[in-house]
């Protein structure tokens, strides 16, 4: 769990867990200021891609595409960045 608080409020909140309900090989998260029960609205599967050569993170962002469901391959550091960005999102709002 990541919180960011201004003058003792959350502004900002990161809640992160590996396996849970989708499996040992997913990482999950829940963007926002309060927590999600138990629901999530992200999902990451990392892997190796053997042509490129390197270690991927396959990313499902619920919150960023609206009502449908994304895919898209990506790099760790994309990935970090991405949740990193939306904390930085939150705390601008």
């Not at 991927?56 to 970090?80: H, N, Q």
């Amino acid at each position: 769990m990541i919180r960011v608080e201004r003058n003792g409020e959350t502004v900002a909140g990161l809640d992160l867990q590996k396996g849970k309900q989708m499996g040992d090989d997913h990482i999950t998260w829940a963007a926002g200021r309060q927590r999600i029960a138990s629901g999530f609205n992200g999902l990451a599967t990392p892997s190796f891609d053997k042509e490129r050569g390197k270690a991927i993170v396959e990313v499902s962002d619920m919150a960023s595409m609206g009502s449908g469901r994304g895919e898209m391959d990506d790099s760790y550091e994309g990935f970090f960045s991405l949740l990193w960005n939306k904390v930085v999102a939150q705390i601008e709002q």
